[in-house]
T-cell receptor, first 114, second 111 residues
Framework: ETGVTQSPTHLIKTRGQQVTLRCSSQSGHNTVSWYQQALGQGPQFIFQYYREEENGRGNFPPRFSGLQFPNYSSELNVNALELDDSALYLC?????????????FGPGTRLTVT | GESVGLHLPTLSVQEGDNSIINCAYSNSASDYFIWYKQESGKGPQFIIDIRSNMDKRQGQRVTVLLNKTVKHLSLQIAATQPGDSAVYFCADLGGSYIPTFGRGTSLIVHP
């Protein structure tokens, strides 16, 4: 186990609703990255937070937003859910931004939008 | 656009055989690659990495080969075990240390 936890494990939402996913980093890690993994695809980078500030963003619309808290845990918020948002959402924690390859992934939250 | 992709979506092998998983990349400026293993219900797990100044790197039962001329990587797993069954991704980190994942290859190991 990596020490990165995510909640909830599974979630079902209706199109147009809003959702908040949570991630607790591995102890000592101050960087969190979020990824979207559609079925049968590789993870796609959404954004990264370092010391509570957004440090980089992938090709996702503004309705995907995030927060990082002083204890380095993090939230991913998605507004106005669309059917294509159905995916596994992964968070990964690491130490610092130059060493983001040393990422430890959580088990993910499976989001289904109906 | 740039992409990282895999040649075969599924690879089936017998326990004890050697497995070879291939990956092609298109960004000629890519200089750092990682192979990840993702088991069912889990997030990706780091296996081995290689930088562009190397052609080969070995780990425990795994070897990664990098051919920059044809922009191709391979992951070789020796004496494949049932516990190796998973989806394997190659990822290109470019200069930002944010991995760009390929689609993945599902490795199925038959006892």
């Amino acid at each position: 186990e990596t020490g990165v936890t995510q909640s909830p494990t599974h979630l079902i939402k209706t199109r147009g609703q809003q959702v908040t996913l949570r991630c607790s980093s591995q102890s000592g890690h101050n960087t969190v990255s979020w990824y979207q993994q559609a079925l049968g695809q590789g993870p796609q980078f959404i954004f990264q937070y370092y010391r509570e500030e957004e440090n980089g963003r992938g090709n996702f619309p503004p309705r995907f937003s995030g927060l990082q808290f002083p204890n380095y845990s993090s939230e991913l918020n998605v507004n106005a859910l669309e059917l294509d948002d159905s995916a596994l959402y992964l968070c990964a924690s690491s130490v610092g931004i130059g060493s983001s390859y040393e990422q430890y992934f959580g088990p993910g939250t499976r989001l289904t939008v109906t | 656009g740039e992409s990282v992709g895999l040649h075969l979506p599924t690879l089936s092998v017998q326990e004890g055989d050697n497995s070879i998983i291939n990956c092609a990349y298109s960004n000629s400026a890519s200089d750092y690659f990682i192979w990840y293993k993702q088991e069912s219900g889990k997030g990706p797990q780091f296996i081995i990495d290689i930088r562009s100044n190397m052609d080969k790197r070995q780990g425990q039962r795994v070897t990664v080969l990098l051919n920059k001329t044809v922009k191709h990587l391979s992951l070789q797993i020796a004496a494949t075990q049932p516990g190796d069954s998973a989806v394997y991704f190659c990822a290109d980190l470019g200069g930002s240390y944010i991995p760009t994942f390929g689609r993945g290859t599902s490795l199925i190991v038959h006892p």
